[in-house]
């Protein structure tokens, strides 16, 4: 997808690079991610996805902003508290990146609603902390064929996955077949 005058100003330190250059930037442009919260996870995620360029951003948050969010969802501020997360998500991500599209869902992202929802997506982020949307996100990406990246962090640790099974890995549901027992682990 052709970058305006604007744009190529605004990525010239990405042409400088050669692993993305104006050809990458092109298609980091014409491509489209799914982020599944706009929490501690979601918000820097996005934050970047916009300042990178991603055309396409999907927000899906169906939670208000509170002032204990503040410490960690560093894209929401003290303006949007009590207001919803997916809008505050979106104002930061325009704010950070005027060129990007964001797509916000103010719903939970559920089976009844998934599929349709990340149909219109390359890439699938779950930025939560339950294991329903963890496995959800999982089905979902490999009926699509498409990747599903998440994220967990519990105090100081952190983790981060991706599978993308249509390309010959694994699968979340191939490392953890069934959903652990509710209270079993920790949020």
């Known amino acids: 997808?052709?970058?305006?005058?604007?744009?190529?100003?605004?990525?010239?330190?990405?042409?400088?690079?050669?692993?993305?250059?104006?050809?990458?930037?092109?298609?980091?442009?014409?491509?489209?991610?799914?982020?599944?919260?706009?929490?501690?996870?979601?918000?820097?995620?996005?934050?970047?996805?916009?300042?990178?360029?991603?055309?396409?951003?999907?927000?899906?948050?169906?939670d208000k902003v509170e002032s204990s969010n503040l410490q960690r969802q560093i894209i929401h501020g003290e303006s949007w508290i009590g207001k919803s997360k997916s809008d505050s998500a979106k104002a930061r991500l325009?704010?950070?990146?005027?060129?990007?599209?964001?797509?916000?869902?103010?719903?939970?992202?559920t089976s009844t609603n998934a599929i349709e929802i990340a149909k219109a997506?390359?890439?699938?982020?779950?930025?939560?902390?339950n294991f329903p949307t963890r496995y959800l996100s999982n089905d979902i990406a490999f009926l699509l064929k498409i990747p599903n990246i998440y994220g967990s962090i519990f105090q100081f640790e952190g983790q981060m996955s991706v599978f993308?099974?249509?390309?010959?890995?694994?699968?979340?549901?191939?490392?953890l077949p069934t959903p652990p027992d509710p209270g079993t682990v920790p949020t």
Do not use: W
């Open 94 to 109: 325009l704010e950070t990146n005027p060129h990007v599209n964001v797509v916000t869902y103010k719903e939970k992202f």
């Open 1 to 62: 997808m052709p970058l305006t005058p604007e744009e190529s100003k605004r990525y010239a330190r990405h042409f400088t690079l050669p692993q993305v250059g104006r050809e990458g930037q092109e298609k980091l442009k014409g491509s489209s991610i799914l982020c599944i919260g706009a929490g501690g996870l979601g918000s820097p995620v996005a934050l970047y996805l916009a300042a990178a360029g991603v055309g396409t951003i999907g927000i899906v948050d169906d």
């Open 121 to 129: 997506y390359d890439v699938i982020i779950d930025g939560t902390d």
């Open 164 to 175: 993308a099974p249509h390309l010959g890995g694994p699968c979340y549901r191939c490392m």
